[in-house]
């Protein structure tokens, strides 16, 4: 399969949202979306390369694939997050997920891509604190079923 930015991110989104699908709050779509996105990227490394490792860029990586990579998942955060629980500024909602999709990149990089199951629930805990707090923040990172 074709692992260019376009055909990744489309088989990344559809993969998250598959995963939201099965869940009726918003914290929990958001916990399955960051188990899913990890998940895809350990079993599709060239597929996660292609969306945080622009191999035309190995000089400043930070450029197109990981800028569009963030815009992506940034835009799909403000989707899960009902207004109500309000929106974090803009800025700090894409360094929020620019460290995600850095340490994503790096982790593949240093083929240490398995790993990232592992801080699945750490990663889902930063992003629903802002939003939730700090106990409900744990508590749905830590029970949604992967």
């Given at each position: 399969?074709?692992?260019?930015?376009?055909?990744?991110?489309?088989?990344?989104?559809?993969?998250?949202?598959?995963?939201?699908?099965?869940?009726?709050?918003?914290?929990?779509?958001?916990?399955?979306?960051?188990?899913?996105?990890?998940?895809?990227?350990?079993?599709n490394p060239a597929a996660?390369?292609?969306?945080?490792?622009?191999?035309?860029?190995?000089?400043?990586?930070?450029?197109?694939?990981?800028?569009?990579?963030?815009?992506?998942?940034?835009?799909?955060?403000?989707?899960?997050?009902?207004?109500?629980?309000?929106?974090?500024?803009?800025?700090?909602?894409?360094?929020?997920?620019?460290?995600?999709?850095?340490?994503?990149?790096?982790?593949?990089?240093?083929?240490?891509?398995?790993?990232?199951?592992?801080m699945a629930s750490d990663?889902?805990?930063?992003?629903?604190v802002p939003y939730c707090?700090?106990?409900?923040?744990?508590?749905?990172?830590?029970?949604?079923?992967?």
């Amino acid at each position: 399969m074709n692992d260019d930015f376009s055909t990744s991110s489309a088989r990344l989104e559809a993969a998250t949202r598959e995963a939201c699908a099965l869940h009726d709050e918003w914290p929990a779509k958001l916990t399955a979306a960051i188990y899913s996105a990890l998940d895809f990227v350990v079993e599709n490394p060239a597929a996660g390369r292609a969306l945080t490792i622009d191999p035309r860029l190995c000089e400043n990586p930070d450029d197109a694939s990981r800028r569009r990579t963030k815009e992506r998942f940034s835009r799909l955060l403000r989707e899960f997050v009902p207004q109500q629980h309000g929106h974090i500024h803009g800025a700090a909602r894409e360094g929020l997920i620019g460290i995600i999709v850095a340490m994503v990149a790096d982790h593949l990089r240093t083929e240490r891509a398995e790993r990232l199951r592992h801080m699945a629930s750490d990663l889902a805990y930063a992003v629903l604190v802002p939003y939730c707090g700090f106990q409900e923040a744990n508590r749905w990172a830590n029970s949604v079923n992967p």
